[in-house]
C-alpha cells in the first residue's frame, strides 16, 4: 500500500515568507507525527496528533510554527515569518494508533531552505 | 527521558555481520529497545524492537543484555543497502508516542 508522503519534496524561500509542509498518511492511521531534522543530527520531535487534535505541541520550537489536522487525515505544517535557521528537514510519520510500541512510519521528508 | 549512547560510526565490509552496540544504563523496567535506521536522503525506518528477550526479523537480529542495561543490533551480512545511520531508541510510558532520537550509529559498508 502507499506509505507517508510529503510535498514538496523540497522548498526554497526568502526570510521573512510564509511556508506549508504536507503530509499524506497511511490510511486508517489515527497517530500523526511531525519531526524536523538539522543537518547532521537526528530527528527531533515537534508535534503530535491523535485524529484530528494536537495531543503534543511541546516540541513546537516557538509561535511562528503551527499544524492542523482539520479532518484527521492530511496534515500542514505552517512556519511563519521564516528564518534561515528554520532550514532543516521536516519529516512527517504516522501510526496506527499512537500507542508507545508501534512502529512509525516515515515519510521522505520536504526539505526547507531559508534564504 | 532514558538516554542512550551509540558510537558515531562503525565501518564493516560487504557481506560480513555488523554489530551495533547501544548502552542504556538508566533502562526502566517499562522501557523498549527501539531500532530505526535512516537511509541516505530519506525518512527513517523501523528496523526491530524488544523488551528483555533476543528478537530476530528478516532485517536482523537484537540481542539485550540480561540486565537491560545494554543491546546490540546485528546485521548478519552486511550489504551496500544498509549503509546509513542507525539509531537506538527506548520507548515506554514515560515518553509514549514519541521517538527521541539521539544522533546514532554511521554505517559504512565498503565492497
Known amino acids: 500500500g502507499a506509505g507517508v508522503s510529503q510535498t514538496p519534496s523540497n522548498k526554497v524561500t526568502e526570510k521573512g515568507k510564509y511556508v506549508e509542509l504536507r503530509c499524506d498518511p497511511i490510511?486508517?492511521?489515527?497517530?500523526l507525527y511531525w519531526y524536523r531534522q538539522s543537518l547532521g543530527q537526528g530527528p527531533e520531535f515537534l508535534i503530535y496528533f491523535q485524529g484530528t487534535g494536537a495531543a503534543d505541541d511541546s516540541g513546537l520550537p516557538n509561535d511562528r510554527f503551527f499544524a492542523v489536522r482539520p479532518e484527521g487525515s492530511v496534515s500542514t505544517l505552517k512556519i511563519q515569518r521564516t528564518e534561515r535557521g528554520d532550514s532543516a528537514v521536516y519529516l512527517c510519520?504516522?501510526?496506527?494508533?499512537?500507542?508507545?510500541?508501534?512502529?512509525?512510519?516515515f515519510g521522505p521528508g520536504t526539505r526547507l531552505l531559508v534564504l | 527521558d532514558a538516554k542512550t549512547t551509540q558510537p558515531n560510526s562503525m565501518e564493516s565490509n560487504e557481506e560480513e555481520p555488523v554489530h551495533l552496540p547501544c548502552n542504556h544504563s538508566?533502562?526502566?523496567?517499562?522501557?523498549?529497545i527501539h531500532w530505526y535506521r535512516q537511509l541516505p536522503s530519506q525518512g527513517p525506518e523501523y528496523v526491530i524492537h524488544?523488551?528483555?528477550s533476543n528478537v530476530n526479523n528478516r532485517m536482523a537480529s537484537l540481542a539485550i543484555a540480561e540486565d537491560r542495561k545494554s543491546s546490540t543490533l546485528i546485521l548478519h551480512r552486511a550489504t551496500l543497502r544498509d549503509a546509513a545511520v542507525y539509531y537506538c531508541?527506548?520507548?515506554?510510558?514515560?515518553?509514549?508516542?514519541?521517538?527521541?532520537f539521539g544522533a546514532g550509529t554511521t554505517v559504512t559498508v565498503r565492497a
Open positions: 538508566t533502562i526502566s523496567g517499562t522501557d523498549y
Open positions: 490510511s486508517g492511521h489515527t497517530a
Open positions: 531508541i527506548l520507548r515506554g510510558f514515560s515518553n509514549d508516542y514519541k521517538l527521541s
Open positions: 510519520a504516522s501510526s496506527l494508533t499512537g500507542v508507545f510500541e508501534e512502529t512509525q512510519y
Open positions: 524488544g523488551l528483555t
